[in-house]
């Protein structure tokens, strides 16, 4: 432990600790959503269903100073994207069916700020910009629905769990203000980038016409964020 805090002191090493909140696409998943809402309308059937807007998160970073105005870092996310619970009614009123999702990630990247300043405390406010990608990986995304019959009795249960590994990116632009010469706090807006899709498998607990069937899901994190946080 005394050797990782030397190395911070005396090595040029920084850790920034953020959260963040931000706007998501999910440009797919929303429009396959109002496809089944608008059947289910359709047939008379009732609904309350959501879709996917935003996400949030935690995000480490270990940055290492390569001269005055330029660091190199590696960074993580765990990314945060899920909604309400849907609801389904029969015409008469009684729960037909429920349904949630959640397209929990992880982002492990490698990049390099700028500032536009020297590392220095006594210039209060240090604006910077960054640019870095990596790999961004599924950890907990699911869909779950349940249909159930008008006197309550459950129907069946629907499960898919994906799961993969796709390209993702990220630019920044913030600033830095400086508490002390070694700590202080950070403000950021940035826009992520994701390509791909994850892939998974229908389960059930009657067996029912699709079970095992494998499904495709692109959850686009793409879009907007802003973070806050402390470095050290």
Same mark, same amino acid.
């Given at each position: 432990?005394?050797?990782?805090?030397?190395?911070?002191?005396?090595?040029?090493?920084?850790?920034?600790?953020?959260?963040?909140?931000?706007?998501?696409?999910?440009?797919?998943?929303?429009?396959?959503?109002?496809?089944?809402?608008?059947?289910?309308?359709?047939?008379?059937?009732?609904?309350?269903?959501? &879709?996917?807007?935003?996400?949030?998160?935690?995000?480490?970073?270990? #940055? =290492? *100073? $390569?001269?005055? !105005?330029?660091?190199? %870092?590696?960074?993580?996310?765990?990314?945060?994207?899920?909604?309400?619970?849907?609801?389904?009614?029969?015409?008469?009123?009684?729960?037909?069916?429920? &349904?949630?999702?959640?397209?929990?990630?992880?982002?492990?990247?490698? #990049? =390099? *700020? $700028?500032?536009? !300043?020297?590392?220095? %405390?006594?210039?209060?406010?240090?604006?910077?910009?960054?640019?870095?990608?990596?790999?961004?990986?599924?950890?907990?995304?699911?869909?779950?629905?349940?249909?159930?019959?008008?006197?309550?009795?459950?129907?069946?249960?629907?499960?898919?769990?994906?799961?993969?590994?796709?390209?993702?990116?990220?630019?920044?632009?913030?600033?830095?203000?400086?508490?002390?010469?070694?700590?202080?706090?950070?403000?950021?807006?940035?826009?992520?980038?994701?390509?791909?899709?994850?892939?998974?498998?229908?389960?059930?607990?009657?067996?029912?016409?699709?079970?095992?069937?494998?499904?495709?899901?692109?959850?686009?994190?793409?879009?907007?964020?802003?973070?806050?946080?402390?470095?050290?």
């Amino acid at each position: 432990m005394l050797m990782f805090l030397m190395l911070f002191l005396f090595c040029g090493f920084r850790l920034d600790v953020s959260g963040f909140m931000g706007s998501s696409r999910m440009a797919d998943y929303n429009a396959s959503k109002d496809v089944v809402q608008q059947f289910y309308e359709f047939h008379g059937y009732q609904t309350d269903m959501y &879709g996917i807007n935003s996400s949030s998160g935690i995000s480490l970073k270990l #940055g =290492f *100073k $390569i001269n005055p !105005k330029w660091e190199v %870092y590696i960074r993580t996310d765990h990314i945060f994207s899920g909604q309400p619970e849907d609801r389904v009614y029969y015409e008469t009123g009684e729960l037909y069916q429920t &349904g949630s999702a959640a397209f929990d990630s992880r982002y492990t990247g490698a #990049g =390099f *700020k $700028i500032y536009f !300043k020297d590392f220095t %405390y006594t210039a209060d406010f240090n604006p910077f910009l960054s640019v870095d990608a990596g790999a961004l990986k599924s950890i907990n995304s699911y869909e779950r629905k349940t249909w159930y019959e008008k006197e309550g009795n459950v129907i069946e249960n629907a499960y898919s769990l994906y799961s993969g590994v796709v390209f993702s990116a990220c630019i920044e632009a913030g600033a830095d203000y400086y508490l002390a010469e070694k700590y202080g706090f950070f403000a950021v807006g940035g826009y992520r980038f994701f390509s791909g899709r994850f892939e998974g498998m229908i389960s059930s607990l009657n067996t029912i016409a699709f079970d095992g069937e494998k499904v495709y899901m692109a959850p686009d994190y793409s879009g907007i964020y802003a973070k806050i946080g402390i470095f050290v």
